[in-house]
């Protein structure tokens, strides 16, 4: 048997076939530690979305140039040193069409719909259409956290309610690393017996899905076909789980999580979960359980040990200090969850893989509700990508977008992953161009 990271020895468990994987060996990876050696194919791209809620000040973050020689501002200062990894966006629209602002979730809709909906029915998010290219080889196709407290995110499925998000590191880590974990450098592969229950059953649905389908009429045949239409993904997943994961070389699951805090919005809670959840999303990405992930920052609650005023409160009551030009105590936060971002980007470029680190293999893509929470609004809505997902973007510039929807970058992002569309929102949100400097 030849030695590759496909080669197994192969045999029988509770009467199911199994395979035994090799451990993760140096010949899996090419010389320069940038692709898989059997195949030649580059580690897997992933894509995650860190949405965060109430803007930054006007006049504080727009650069005066664009182009890739352009200068941060102080409320953008501490990305500095990611500048030639970000394409920072400015002059983006959020288009309301002659409809009313629902405050802080209008431009929620816009950013991950691409658009309002009408009614209770929507297309899926763009995580989900991106997800859907490239997660269908892992275990979870998106994982979805807020470091916030509450259970409201922002990735659905087309006609579908928003998915709920993880607020608890715990929870996150037993669903991760519990028995249904599949090390991929495991010197031994055992299927779970859950996995292999859930198939069977799963088997004799799918028998009797076509007995019903052939029952009923055609408006229930339509029902039903979205129905087993998402079974049909649950059973992809199923799937996933009966074979031998891949060997990746940075996967080292932790042995424990460390003490969460109270799911909330006190900043040292939001601090001590948002670090957690951190650690765990890196360590699903290496270990190949998942390509797509959410951070939801819903920082209206957030509010500093002690204080009963939330960073909401203070971007509708906090009076415009003279001198500074500026809300101080709403200027305190930005800066806050600003930072925030920066050590996750942080935490990222300093986990090794391959000849380099598990930022290499990302774009993470920056999102806000409004562009200046004071006022609610629409305009100048600061949107950042981080990475360039293993070589499908370029990154280092300014791009100010005069006006157009910020559609545009979910259209661009969508692309740049593989999504076959030519255009993504709705209405006036409707973008039918990419951004071609952000495309490679």
């Known amino acids: 048997m030849s030695t590759t990271r496909r080669g197994f020895l192969r045999g029988t468990f509770a009467g199911s076939a199994v395979a035994v994987g090799l451990p993760f060996l140096d010949c899996f990876l090419n010389?320069?530690?940038?692709?898989?050696?059997?195949?030649?194919?580059?580690?897997?791209s992933v894509f995650g979305n860190w949405f965060q809620y109430l803007g930054l000040n006007p006049?504080?973050?727009?650069?005066?140039?664009t182009g890739n020689n352009y200068r941060n501002k102080v409320e953008l200062a501490m990305f500095d040193p990611w500048k030639e990894r970000i394409n920072l966006i400015s002059g983006g629209y959020y288009h309301l069409d002659g409809r009313p602002v629902e405050t802080h979730r209008t431009g929620v809709q816009i950013a991950t719909l691409g658009g309002i909906p009408s009614g209770r029915e929507s297309g899926a998010s763009?995580?989900?259409d991106i997800a859907d290219v490239i997660g269908k080889q892992t275990r979870f196709q998106t994982l979805d956290v807020t470091g916030t407290g509450g259970r409201f995110g922002v990735s659905k499925r087309a006609g579908a309610a928003y998915k709920p998000v993880e607020a608890s590191p715990a929870a996150l880590y037993r669903r991760i690393f519990g028995a249904d974990f599949q090390d991929p450098n495991a010197a031994e592969f055992v299927p779970s017996t859950k996995a292999l229950a859930k198939a069977s059953v799963l088997s004799q649905v799918a028998d009797q899905r076509r007995a019903v389908l052939n029952a009923v009429g055609a408006s229930d045949r339509a029902r039903l076909d979205e129905y087993f239409t998402s079974l049909r993904q649950l059973e992809k997943q199923i799937a996933m789980q009966l074979e031998p994961p891949e060997p990746l070389p940075a996967c080292k699951p932790p042995p424990n999580i460390g003490v969460e805090a109270e799911p909330g919005g006190e900043v040292t809670a939001v601090e001590r979960n948002i670090d957690l959840f951190t650690s765990l999303l890196i360590h699903a990405v290496t270990c190949g359980q998942t390509r797509v992930f959410n951070v939801t920052m819903n920082t209206q609650g957030c509010r500093k040990a002690g204080s009963t005023q939330t960073w909401h409160g203070y971007t509708h009551e906090e009076p415009i200090d003279d001198a500074l030009g500026y809300q101080p105590e709403t200027t305190w936060f930005i800066m806050w969850a600003n930072q925030l971002?920066?050590?996750?980007?942080?935490k990222l470029e300093a986990t090794p893989e391959g000849a380099g680190s598990v930022l290499d293999r990302m774009l993470v893509l920056w999102q806000t509700d409004h562009g200046y929470a004071r006022t609610h609004t629409m305009d100048n809505v600061t949107t950042m990508t981080v990475g360039n997902a293993g070589g499908l973007?370029?990154?280092?510039?300014?791009?100010a977008l005069a006006?157009?929807?910020?559609?545009?970058?979910?259209?661009?992002v969508q692309q740049g992953f593989g999504v076959r569309t030519s255009a993504w929102g709705s209405q006036s949100n409707r973008a039918t161009r990419p951004i071609t400097d952000m495309l490679s």
């Open 126 to 128: 763009l995580d989900s």
């Open 393 to 399: 973007f370029r990154s280092g510039r300014h791009i």
């Open 341 to 346: 971002f920066a050590n996750f980007l942080g």
């Open 31 to 44: 010389d320069s530690g940038t692709a898989l050696a059997g195949t030649g194919q580059a580690l897997p």
């Open 59 to 65: 006049g504080r973050w727009v650069p005066d140039q």
């Open 403 to 412: 006006g157009d929807p910020v559609t545009r970058v979910g259209l661009t």
